[in-house]
């Protein structure tokens, strides 16, 4: 609000927090572009969500990176392993939150959907990395898609973070559970609707949340810098969990899927357009 009262026109861009997008590897040719919602007249209510504008942002990214990989017939980590820019100030965070994510999870190194079936329950992995608030995160996501329903379970997360120095490792765990669990519940569910008046998500039934029984195992592991002062914990892990889910669709199923959340109708939607059954 202005000091008068009167709403601003748009809730915010937050175009620090987009403006970074990509900007761990090493792009000949990078441009970033950002839009906001004309919110003149106090239309909507509006206030950040964690991270905000990061994940939306990473959503795309990541998924793109990972189309270069598949394009180039090389391994996900292998290839964002050799694209990401050692120039930058935070280059080896990148790179520590990376290899720290996929050795948790075991990583096996191949080319994404390079193993494909016809069953009715795929699965499959994906790996993405993002950052918020200085700080940066890697995660492994382990999925399963019933073609026929569609829906994604998310089995497991593996989550990395470089923040520095944690001066408190144990409530940085516990934030970043709490990321891991929550990025799965927007990559999913969480989808505001709205009319051309109002908000018409006013409840849990008409804003769905990720419930204990689809909630998938989560690990996560601190990079601890003893060299760095301490950045943000509470915000970066969420960012790469749903582009993290959503490359692992595309292992499972050979099928990019370009929005969130990824109910299940929109999962078939994608399927049926692209001819997978």
């Known amino acids: 609000m202005t000091a008068t009262g009167t709403p601003f026109p748009t809730p915010g861009l937050g175009s620090a927090n987009t403006a970074e997008t990509g900007a761990q590897y090493n792009l000949a040719n990078r441009r970033v572009i950002g839009k906001s919602l004309p919110l003149m007249n106090n239309y909507f209510k509006v ?8 994940v939306q942002a990473n959503f795309a990214s990541e998924q793109f990176i990972d189309e270069l990989a598949h394009a180039a017939g090389v391994d996900p980590v292998q290839f964002r392993r050799q694209n990401i820019n050692p120039a930058t100030a935070s280059g080896d965070r990148w790179s520590s939150v990376l290899e720290a994510a996929a050795a948790m999870a075991s990583w096996q190194p191949r080319v994404a959907a390079s193993s494909l ?21 890697g995660v492994v996501a382990d999925i399963e898609v019933d073609k026929k329903t569609g829906k994604i379970t998310v089995k497991e997360l593996w989550g990395a973070e470089n923040a520095g120095l944690s001066v408190s490792p144990e409530g940085m765990h516990n934030q970043m559970v709490g990321c891991l669990t929550q990025g799965c519940s927007r990559a999913l569910f969480e989808g505001l609707a709205f009319d051309t008046k109002r908000v018409t998500g006013l409840d849990w039934v008409s804003y769905p949340m990720l419930r204990f029984k689809d909630a998938p195992k989560v690990h996560n592991f601190t990079v601890q810098r003893t060299d760095l002062l301490p950045t943000g914990s509470g915000e970066p892990g969420v960012v ?34 692209a001819g997978v059954k």
């Open 117 to 137: 079936k016809s069953a009715s329950v795929v699965t499959g992995r994906g790996i993405a990395i993002g950052g918020f608030a200085g700080s940066q995160a």
């Open 240 to 273: 790469p969990v749903p582009a993290a889910i959503a490359n692992a669709f595309f292992d499972a199923t050979g099928v990019r899927i370009r929005e969130a959340p990824m109910t299940p109708a929109r999962v078939r939607a994608v399927l049926k357009a």
């Open 47 to 54: 206030s950040p969500l964690r991270a905000p504008n990061a």
